[in-house]
C-alpha cells in the first residue's frame, strides 16, 4: 500500500507556533509517528510538506502517475481558501482524507469553511496527531473493504 500524507503551511512548525491550539510535539514526531505506522502496517508512507500552494499541486498531480493508493492531506490555511488544491484533489481519485490537527468547528469562523472536504472521503479534525494514523487507518481499511468510499 503506498500512501502520500501531505501536510501544508506551517506545519513544519509543529511545536513552535501556537502550542496552546497544535501541541508541543514537533514535526520530527510526527514524522517518527507516520512511519513507525507504516513499519506497522506494512505500508509505504511519503510526507510531502510545503508552505507553496503550486507546490502541494503539483505534489497531488505526481501522485496521479507514482502509483499512490490514499492521500493523507492536512491543507493548512489553504482549507479554506485554496479551490485550486480542490480542484486538484477532485482530479485524484484514490481515498483522500481531511485532517485538522485542532478542532477547526470550535475556532475562528472563516475555519469552519473547507473547501477542500466536499471532495475528500473523510475529514478529521480535533483529535491532535492522533488524526494523521485514524486517517491512514481509515484509507487502509478502505482497501480491506471495511469501509465504503
Not at 26 to 49: C, H, P, R, W
Not at 78 to 87: E, G, K, L, P
Amino acid at each position: 500500500m503506498k500512501i502520500l500524507v501531505i501536510n501544508g503551511p506551517n506545519l513544519n512548525f509543529l511545536g513552535i507556533r501556537e502550542k496552546s491550539v497544535y501541541g508541543t510535539q514537533d514535526y520530527d514526531y510526527l514524522l517518527q509517528m507516520i512511519a513507525d505506522k507504516g513499519k506497522e502496517t506494512g505500508s509505504t508512507i511519503e510526507v510531502f510538506q510545503s508552505n507553496h500552494e503550486g507546490a502541494i499541486i503539483d505534489r497531488i498531480q505526481d501522485s496521479y502517475f507514482d502509483g499512490t493508493e490514499g492521500i493523507v492531506i492536512n491543507p493548512g490555511a489553504f482549507t479554506h481558501y485554496s479551490y485550486a488544491i480542490r480542484d486538484a484533489l477532485a482530479s485524484i481519485t484514490v481515498p483522500k482524507v481531511e485532517v485538522h490537527i485542532s478542532d477547526i468547528t470550535q475556532r475562528e469562523e472563516f475555519r469552519k469553511i473547507s473547501v477542500t472536504a466536499p471532495v475528500c472521503d473523510k475529514q478529521i479534525y480535533g483529535q491532535g496527531l492522533d488524526g494523521y494514523l485514524q486517517a491512514i487507518t481509515f484509507i487502509l481499511a478502505f482497501f480491506n473493504k471495511e469501509v465504503e468510499k
